[in-house]
């Protein structure tokens, strides 16, 4: 009998522990939530930095290749910004095809030194 009261008080001495160690348990848990939804936004967002869009050039009459919508936003930067930026790897509309739509463009992979440029005279 000694036995089985010493083995109900060992494990209600565990219970006791285990109940203890939750709440530290429970914020260790909500800290390491919070890190990685901070590492998710920052992964999600990276490759965001290196983009602008273009709002206002008119869709042509057919669906653009990525080649056509680059050269049209080269257009506006050297025409308008006066800026000649060589890093765009490429650039695309969002959205579906409407040919009386004007879609944004968005380029990709600028460097960040044409960015600055870019975003410098966008006033313009």
């Not at 910004?81 to 765009?88: A, C, D, G, K, W």
Request: hydrophobic letters at 35%; charged letters at 35%.
């Amino acid at each position: 009998m000694a036995n089985n009261n010493e083995a109900s008080e060992f494990w209600r001495s565990i219970q006791e522990l285990d109940k203890m160690s939750l709440p530290t348990k429970l914020h260790n848990y909500e800290e390491k939530l919070s890190f990685m939804q901070c590492k998710i936004d920052d992964f999600q967002n990276r490759p965001r930095r290196s983009n602008v869009l273009f709002f206002g050039i008119k869709d042509t009459d057919i669906p653009e290749s990525w080649d056509v919508s680059e050269e049209l936003v080269n257009n506006v930067w050297v025409d308008k910004l006066e800026v000649n930026v060589t890093s765009v790897a490429r650039a695309h509309r969002l959205d579906k095809f409407s040919a009386d739509k004007k879609r944004p463009i968005i380029p990709k992979s600028f460097i960040e030194r044409d960015l600055e440029t870019v975003l410098s005279r966008r006033i313009k």
